[in-house]
């Protein structure tokens, strides 16, 4: 059951370091589009990733020869979910709207619904216009 439990937290763990990434692209590239997702949903793609490698990590140490200190479980988890993921999610939001400054909102690109929102800035409103007609055909 333990090596289920390490699985699926590798598992879980890879979906949030790919949104992780996703964010950090977006906070620091220069591309020409690029899509700025909402605090909460940067905090929680930070949060799993985190949480999960911290679980990996403890489920792999109950089962190693090798003891190291991994915490107490609550505690941990609380500080990386109420403290540290929310940190980097507002680090990584600053550097992100830093970033497109210069850019234009799309508008029309805008997702907002109950689960999920983002916004969407191209260098031009001529690439927004592009987008437009993408996403029409």
């Not at 905090?43 to 990733?49: E, L, M, Q, R, V």
């Not at 497109?100 to 508008?107: F, S």
């Not at 805008?110 to 983002?118: D, E, G, N, P, Y």
Request: with cysteine.
């Amino acid at each position: 059951m333990i090596y289920f439990r390490m699985l699926c937290s590798m598992l879980i763990a890879f979906g949030g370091w790919f949104l992780s990434k996703r964010q950090l692209d977006a906070a620091f590239s220069n591309a020409d589009i690029i899509k700025v997702d909402g605090l909460l949903n940067i905090w929680a793609s930070y949060g799993i990733f985190l949480l999960c490698c911290y679980l990996f990590v403890y489920y792999f140490s109950g089962i190693s020869k090798i003891s190291f200190p991994v915490g107490e479980i609550n505690k941990v988890i609380i500080v990386i979910a109420i403290v540290i993921a929310p940190l980097l999610a507002i680090g990584t939001l600053i550097k992100t709207k830093s970033n497109v400054a210069h850019y234009v909102e799309c508008r029309d690109e805008r997702t907002i619904t109950s689960r999920f929102s983002s916004r969407t800035y191209a260098l031009s409103s001529d690439m927004c216009s592009k987008l437009e007609h993408r996403k029409g055909t």
